[in-house]
């Protein structure tokens, strides 16, 4: 019969490898930290667990002590792959890694987490296991998922839309631009995304160059008439809108 002893967090600050002599001010920074703080040895059991640990997935730090596999079973079945990928190519490294991935709380919900850690040797220079952290980062994720989403759905409107629209970044590179543009303005190239502008248009006129500066400065600019001469001698006569456009950066 096998007995499994539980080392309390003095305990394990007292036995990490390389810790300072102060280590009590080390042990409690990691127990109030906001982050779910751990270390977890070659076998796969905590040496370490933080509080936090409860705060982000609804299980005690008892509860992780007491199932090796918990800590994995709580990964959102969709990100097993991500994870396995991570512990093949994080083995022994001595680097730190960074991941982001979802887990399931005790509750059933659904929490982004951004796991970072690394290997780590004792005094003698032999494995002794992985420490890192575990930030939760939802509010981030799903702030990025719609804005993901909405910038599909306005590519989407613009690529369909009747009229000849596009748009490009402060430098003039395109972002999106609707297949009427394309065919109206008789462009060979149809990836443009990412283009500069004047290098899809090398013969555009000095007057719209500066037009668009004045657009960029914060004017809204139109012509109802306005004559474009290109390099093969054609001319067309355009009706046209500029004007600049801004969004609010995302923040974590």
Known sequence: MSEKTTNTPE?????????????????LIADNSSDWVF???????????????????????????????LITGIIHPDDGYAIDHHKKHNTKSGEP?????????????????R???KSIDDKEGKYAGR????????????????????HKLLNYIIEHDPS????HDKDLYYIFVSQSYLHDYKVAEKDVIGKHHYEVFPDIPEKWKKAHQRA?????LRSEEDLFER??????WTRWECRPWSVNPLKE
């Open 11 to 27: 305990d394990s600050f007292n036995k990490m490898p390389g810790l300072p002599e102060n280590e009590e001010k080390y042990r």
């Open 39 to 69: 270390w977890i040895d070659p076998e796969g059991d905590f040496i370490y667990n933080s509080p936090s640990c409860e705060k982000l997935t609804g299980y005690s730090r008892e509860e992780f002590d007491n199932n090796r596999n």
């Open 97 to 113: 890694r960074d991941i982001e991935f979802r887990i399931i709380t005790k509750k059933g919900g659904v929490r982004w987490i």
């Open 131 to 150: 420490i890192g952290t575990n930030r939760d980062i939802t509010t981030r994720k799903k702030a990025e998922i719609a804005l993901t989403h909405s």
């Open 231 to 236: 390099e093969d001698g054609s001319a067309d």
């Open 164 to 167: 000849a629209i596009a748009m």
């Open 216 to 220: 960029l400065a914060g004017e809204v």
């Open 115 to 117: 796991h970072t850690c």
